[in-house]
């Protein structure tokens, strides 16, 4: 186990909904970064948080933003959903210290109808 | 050309039998490189990391080739438990951010 939780595990919206993902990193852990992985595709990431700020972002629309909270956990939401967000959506976490390595949570898989 | 390219497979290996995954990557400015294994419906976890010219962890071997901007994972003697997909990472910096680039993956089945 990597310490890095995700909630909910699943869940299922409809189209022009709204979504919030949430994550805890693992102890220690201060930057925590979010992953979106279609079907049959690898993991394309969308932002990164750093003490409570968004200091990186993949080519994702404005609608998909997020939130870090002093205990280093984490919020995504997305708006205004479309069919193509269904996915499983990652959270990584690593610490500052020139350590590369993300360890990753279990994922929330979303469906939208 | 994608950042990170992964033949898709599936590869399908008897047991016992060696196995090589391939990986091209296009930022000849990378320093490091990992493989990650990811079950059916399951988070990737890190499987192996290369910071110089390879690693070698058990069964697994890693290697790269800086000039020719290729990485490959190679699987000896495949057991059932080894199926699953393979993932090529890359990470690289994205204004103060560091992601990761991720191959499509490789699925790999080990058949008894």
């Known amino acids: 186990e990597t310490g890095v939780t995700q909630s909910p595990t699943h869940l299922i919206k409809t189209r022009g909904q709204q979504v919030t993902l949430r994550c805890s990193s693992q102890?220690?852990?201060?930057?925590v970064s979010w992953y979106q992985q279609a079907l049959g595709q690898g993991p394309q990431f969308i932002f990164q948080y750093y003490r409570e700020e968004e200091n990186g972002r993949g080519n994702f629309p404005p609608r998909f933003s997020g939130l870090q909270f002093p205990n280093y956990s984490s919020e995504l939401n997305v708006n205004a959903l479309e069919l193509d967000d269904s996915a499983l959506y990652l959270c990584?976490?690593?610490?500052?210290?020139?350590?590369?390595?993300?360890?990753f949570g279990p994922g929330t898989r979303l469906l939208v109808l | 050309r994608k950042e990170v390219e992964q033949d898709p497979g599936p590869f399908n290996v008897p047991e016992g039998a060696t196995v090589a995954f391939n990986c091209t990557y296009s930022n000849s400015a990378s320093q490091s490189f990992f493989w990650y294994r990811q079950d059916c419906r399951k988070e990737p976890k890190l499987l192996m990391s290369v910071y110089s010219s390879g690693n070698e962890d058990g069964r697994f071997t890693a290697q790269l080739n800086r000039a020719s901007q290729y990485i490959s994972l190679l699987i000896r003697d495949s057991k059932l438990s080894d199926s699953a997909t393979y993932l090529c990472?890359?990470?690289?910096?994205?204004?103060?951010?560091?992601?990761?680039?991720f191959g499509s993956g490789t699925q790999l089945t080990v058949l008894p």
């Open positions: 990472v890359v990470p690289f910096s994205s204004g103060s951010a560091r992601q990761l680039t």
């Open positions: 102890s220690g852990h201060n930057t």
């Open positions: 990584a976490s690593r610490n500052d210290r020139g350590q590369e390595t993300q360890y």
